[in-house]
């Protein structure tokens, strides 16, 4: 079993910068690679960014040059640095984590809300 927890989510103006963590804990050894998924209202959830665990990066096209996210082993933390938001970037952010087993993990979700 792994246990996320996320923190970081808040209100931004349009064109600025946030930074979502995601702490690891349980069974970190089991895992092949975090994410960061997001849900609007009204919309399905998708991914924003992922890393495996051998450092490998993936992002929506959506964020894509704007967003950043990365890995520190010591702390079992993830993270998504988020620059030049937008209005549309508003939603419920969720970590991710699948196992060798392909088991998904979720985190409880962190609201981000972009002003314009």
């Known amino acids: 079993q792994v246990q996320l927890v996320e923190s970081g989510g808040g209100l931004v103006e349009a064109g600025g910068s946030l930074r979502l963590s995601c702490a690891a804990s349980?069974?970190?050894?089991?895992?092949?690679?975090m994410g960061w998924y997001r849900q609007a209202p009204g919309k399905q959830r998708e991914l924003v960014a992922v890393?495996?665990?051998?450092?490998?990066?993936n992002y929506a096209d959506s964020v894509k040059g704007r967003f950043t996210i990365s890995g520190d082993n010591a702390k079992n933390t993830v993270y998504l640095q988020m620059n030049s938001l937008k209005p549309e970037d508003t939603a419920v952010y969720y970590c991710?984590?699948?196992?060798?087993?392909?088991?998904?993990?979720w985190g409880q979700g962190t609201q981000v809300t972009v002003s314009s």
């Open positions: 349980g069974s970190i050894f089991s895992i092949d690679a």
């Open positions: 890393i495996s665990s051998g450092g490998t990066t």
């Open positions: 991710n984590a699948e196992d060798s087993d392909d088991d998904y993990y």
